[in-house]
T-cell receptor, first 114, second 113 residues
Framework: AQSVTQPDIHITVSEGASLELRCNYS??????LFWYVQSPGQGLQLLLK??????LVQGIKGFEAEFKRSQSSFNLRKPSVHWSDAAEYFC????????????FGAGTILRVKS | DTEVTQTPKHLVMGMTNKKSLKCEQH?????MYWYKQKAKKPPELMFV???????INESVPSRFSPECPNSSLLNLHLHALQPEDSALYLC????????????FGSGTRLTVV
């Protein structure tokens, strides 16, 4: 079964600074990988996804993520954070073969200070 | 229409009540999901419906009863819940089972008193 680890529970960055949120996955093959964002009391919005091909994936709101097979990682990055990016971010993994279950990491809460 | 609509947005119910959560999508998606999210925790899968048939039940207690009347609608019937069932209940859909292009609704905030 697949699993996801997000090592950072909270991250605080200054507005305008760069951001990197870490995600490591465990799966026997190349999985499907996702980043979602959730504002308080809201549903989840898909930021980006990796299925195959180019390992650098561009998403919405200026986010990107890079799949690194050798490190089993799928870190999320943004060059310049805006105050509106403050939210909780979830990395998720789906099994490539015969799976129908998206497994989420514990989440990273992003705080942006002005 | 590219949304998943969940109603109600908030629900308070007693432990002896029966209530239902509703989820609707008109994107032609053939897989629909219920997730439960406790405060400060990630979403956890409860049920998966593929082509209107229940395909995954993650050992959810029988006080939660899902129903998929048609390809656009997913219900979650609640009966005799416990206070620990209080959570955000999220519905999602995807074009096909296993397609993972999930679209999530904004959720129903359930409080059991």
């Amino acid at each position: 079964a697949q699993s996801v680890t997000q090592p950072d529970i909270h991250i605080t960055v200054s507005e305008g600074a760069s951001l990197e949120l870490r995600c490591n996955y465990s799966y026997g093959a190349t999985p499907y990988l996702f980043w979602y964002v959730q504002s308080p009391g809201q549903g989840l919005q898909l930021l980006l996804k990796y299925f195959s091909g180019d390992t650098l994936v561009q998403g919405i709101k200026g986010f990107e993520a890079e799949f690194k097979r050798s490190q089993s990682s799928f870190n999320l990055r943004k060059p310049s954070v805006h105050w509106s990016d403050a939210a909780e971010y979830f990395c998720a993994v789906g099994a490539r073969l015969g799976g129908n279950k998206l497994v989420f990491g514990a989440g990273t809460i992003l705080r942006v200070k002005s | 229409d590219t949304e998943v609509t969940q109603t109600p947005k908030h629900l308070v119910m007693g432990m002896t009540n029966k209530k239902s959560l509703k989820c609707e999508q008109h994107m032609g998606h053939r897989a629909m999901y219920w997730y439960k999210q406790k405060a400060k925790k990630p979403p956890e899968l409860m049920f998966v419906y593929s082509y209107e048939k229940l395909s995954i039940n993650e050992s959810v207690p029988s006080r939660f009863s899902p129903e998929c009347p048609n390809s656009s609608l997913l219900n979650l019937h609640l009966h005799a819940l416990q206070p620990e069932d209080s959570a955000l209940y999220l519905c999602a859909s995807s074009p096909l089972p296993g397609a993972y292009g999930y679209t999530f609704g904004s959720g129903t905030r359930l409080t059991v008193v």
